[in-house]
């Protein structure tokens, strides 16, 4: 079986390894029985899907990131790989996420469930190896403040 990079413009790269925000790449791999083509964006997508699964995730992607994507939900359109970035290699990934995470959740929590759920779709999914996953956590989100409805104190 043998296994090569192909950007969208057509030419192998087998060496290196690109961010699917600065060049849209593909993992593409030969067999004798055909060729399966992956788009970068779509293995960006399938960490992003993942993430957002965990209980305690309230958002991806930074403050500027999630304007934009207010933006786009406003108009009927979303970016399911908002707030991540991979790194595509023949056979291995290594993803860089920004969350937002609910509060009162334990933070430290949420980011190893985020962890364990990305590798474990990517694996299984893509079928590459994770090499890590990095979680960055810029904001919590406080129902209360953002206007969302809290429990009563008392009945």
């Known amino acids: 079986m043998t296994t090569a990079r192909t950007t969208a413009g057509g030419s192998s790269r087998v060496d290196g390894s690109s961010a699917v925000v600065a060049d849209p790449t593909t993992t593409t791999e030969v ?3 055909g ?3 992956i788009d970068d964006a779509v293995v960006a997508k399938v960490a992003g ?3 957002r699964e965990v209980p305690g995730v309230f958002a991806l992607g930074g403050n500027t990131a999630r304007a934009f994507g207010a933006i786009r939900d406003a108009i009927g359109s979303s970016d399911l790989g908002q707030g991540v970035r991979v790194e595509v290699g023949e056979t291995q990934v290594a993803v860089d996420l920004t969350i ?8 430290m929590e949420v980011a190893q469930d985020v962890r364990s759920a990305v590798t474990a779709a990517l694996t299984t999914l893509v079928g590459l190896e994770v090499t890590e996953v990095n979680v960055a956590i810029n904001d919590v989100n406080i129902p209360a403040l953002n206007g969302e409805p809290t429990e009563a104190r008392v009945q």
């Open 100 to 107: 937002v995470v609910e509060y009162p959740m334990p933070m």
């Open 31 to 33: 067999t004798t029985h």
């Open 49 to 51: 899907i993942a993430a």
């Open 35 to 37: 060729r399966t083509v």
